[in-house]
């Protein structure tokens, strides 16, 4: 094995965590495949005798890479505001490498707090509170001094700590929630939606750049039911698949050959807090659900 096999060889053993570090960062997981692919291009360009800590290199190289295209890219949030939904990890919850992706540290309700911060806070927050990567390696990225990038991941994790929702720790009895609220949206059972959702429950729906009818950010729980009750009218309740969505409850909703939408669930206190959903033709064709 040449040199070369070889760097390629040890880069392959940090490609997962790489695609972790990328995904938790850009929320988007062909930017996250994009940001890795450019880090194995620098390594590759790099003199590599001179890399003490390989894994620490190409983790802060990722880390530079998500922080100019943040940076760079047009925010869809600037066009549908608060509607965004980042890209769902959706498993059957039996493939391992699909639950690094899906560890708590990622659910939706995080994700969507993520989206909020500034390109330097994301960086600070998501390397040193979730990689545990030094301040003083975080710095230079950021073109700051330990101590300001130290201000900035304590701002992030404030607004973090005030929005992202903690949620129920039992998954069997997320999804008994789940199934409680497909049952009363199939029978119009006004009075048992309202015991499963939170009466600040925010219902988001990103239809994507070519649908915004299908595109919604609903908050409080009447409003919700009636977009529930909508749903129910076509049948979505019946048309739905349980899966694991980013470490929580989900739904694939719609017919096996015509997927509809990918449905994430907040569950706190046996109650439903967020429901977020992706109805992006193209991004959901774009999802692996090979399970």
Known sequence: ????????????????????????????????DDAVQEAWFRLAR?????????????????????????????????????????????????????EIMMADSV?????????????????????????????????????????ATRQLASRARRRVQDSAPVPDPD???????????????????FDALLEVLDPDVVFRMDGGDGRPAATLLIRGAQAAIRQALVFARFGLPVKSRPVVVNGGAGLLAGDPGELFSVMAFTIVNGRITRLDAVADPDRLAALDLTF
């Open 1 to 32: 094995m040449d040199d070369k096999d070889l760097l390629a060889k040890q880069f392959e053993e940090h490609r997962s965590h790489l695609r972790s570090v990328a995904y938790r960062m850009l929320g988007s997981l062909n930017e996250a």
């Open 107 to 147: 659910g939706i309700a995080l994700m969507v707090v993520l989206e909020t911060l500034g390109p330097a806070e994301r960086l600070a927050f998501v390397l040193h509170d979730m990689f545990a990567v030094p301040f003083e390696a975080i710095a230079p990225i950021v073109e700051r001094t330990p101590a």
């Open 171 to 189: 998954l069997e009895r997320q999804h008994a929630v789940v199934s409680a609220f497909l049952a009363a949206a199939r029978d119009g059972d």
């Open 46 to 98: 790099a003199d590599a005798a001179e890399i003490d800590n390989l894994g620490g290199w190409l983790t802060t190289t990722v880390g530079r890479i998500c922080l100019d295209l943040l940076r760079s890219r047009r925010s869809r949030r600037e066009e549908f505001g608060d509607a965004h939904v980042p890209d769902p990890v959706v498993s059957d919850g039996a493939d391992p490498e699909r």
